[in-house]
């Protein structure tokens, strides 16, 4: 399956209680209409006209990259995710992983003071602290502005693995045992992590990789 995590501020409110609470997750587009069904041609279209008709007959422009970023989510939101996919959210306190389910369109909510109109089902499978998820996952978590991928697709177990104590107690070295395959993966997106434009990132997957070899050390020492 493939990986999502998803930005919870709509509006600029953060609506992750409403997501946890009723089992979806939505992306702020409003004034495009439903877009299920569209094709990536129609639904660029159709975005368009709803951003000629917002912004005074002007159409969607990167402005520091936000609108670019904009088409580029709704666009992941609705094409790219499938039912069965993964999503993960996240305020900085708290993490839940979920199941996804189909693209819906809420009339009522197209609304500029809500925009939560573009939504997916949710259902919820584990909840966690921020802290307790591996750096993996919150580099993910960071880079979802307002959604990002995860590279590779990943399974329920592996999912299992990586949200639970496992992993984390074999990085700190207490002896756990986790599969070289999972090692490399995982060292593999931090090496691209570095090469990010963000220094608080390049800084976060150095340090991660650092404490990894660090932990490796010293199980080989003693």
């Known amino acids: 399956m493939k990986l999502f995590a998803l930005t919870t501020e709509i509006n600029g409110s953060s609506r992750m209680s409403d997501f946890v ?25 159709a975005l368009t006209e709803a951003g000629q008709s917002q912004n005074g007959g ?55 003071d809500d925009g939560s109109c573009h939504r997916r089902g949710v259902t919820w499978l584990k909840g966690m602290p921020h802290q307790e998820i591996p750096d993996v996952f919150k580099l993910l978590l960071d880079q979802a502005k307002p959604v990002a991928k995860y590279g590779e697709e990943i ?27 999972s090692i490399g993966m995982a060292l593999d997106i931090l090496k691209q992590a570095m090469q990010h434009g963000d220094a608080e990132r390049r800084e976060r997957a150095a340090a991660a990789i650092l404490n990894y070899a660090a932990a490796r050390s010293n199980q080989i020492n003693r």
């Open 21 to 45: 609470r009723d089992c979806f997750v939505c992306l702020f587009c409003p004034g495009v209409g439903g877009l299920e069904g569209l094709n990536e041609n129609e639904l660029t279209a």
């Open 58 to 112: 002007k159409q969607y422009e990167a402005e520091s990259g936000q609108n670019e970023m904009r088409l580029a989510g709704i666009k992941t939101f609705v094409m790219d995710m499938e039912d069965g996919d993964y999503i993960l959210i996240g305020n900085g306190e708290e993490v839940y992983w979920g199941d996804l389910g189909d693209y819906y369109y809420v009339e009522q909510a197209d609304q500029p």
């Open 155 to 181: 399974s329920h177990a592996q999912m299992e693995f990586w949200l639970s104590p496992t992993p984390r107690q074999t990085v700190n070295g207490t002896g756990a045992d986790v599969d070289e395959e």
